[in-house]
């Protein structure tokens, strides 16, 4: 499985997925630093990448259908902080064992994680 970690999350993150034996690149890697949230959208797409973001602007399903996408995963958190972000994303590692975001939006929040088809 393929991701890219927009630049709202630590570079960290690409490590992270990187040991768990997953192919990850960050926004920042691909020179796309500031662009438009609909760039990096579809630039995930085309590279069959799963979106990796704190935007909750990815959670609109109208907007970014979860169907036309390998997957979106928004993490949401009330502290942003770098051990908490990772922290979090281990949660996203561990339910990667138990299925694939594929056509999915994910919300992983600090006591659930709500999933969300196209």
Known sequence: MRFKIDQNLPAESAILL???GFE???VDDEKLSGADDSVI???ARVDGRVLVTLDLGFADIRSYPPQEYPGIVVIR???QGKIILLAML???L???RQRSPEGQLWV???DRVRFREG
């Open 24 to 26: 990850a690149d960050t």
């Open 90 to 92: 281990r949660r996203v």
């Open 41 to 43: 959208s579809e630039c």
């Open 18 to 20: 990187h040991e768990a």
């Open 108 to 110: 992983v929040e600090p």
């Open 77 to 79: 958190c009330k502290t």
């Open 94 to 96: 561990l339910l990667l």
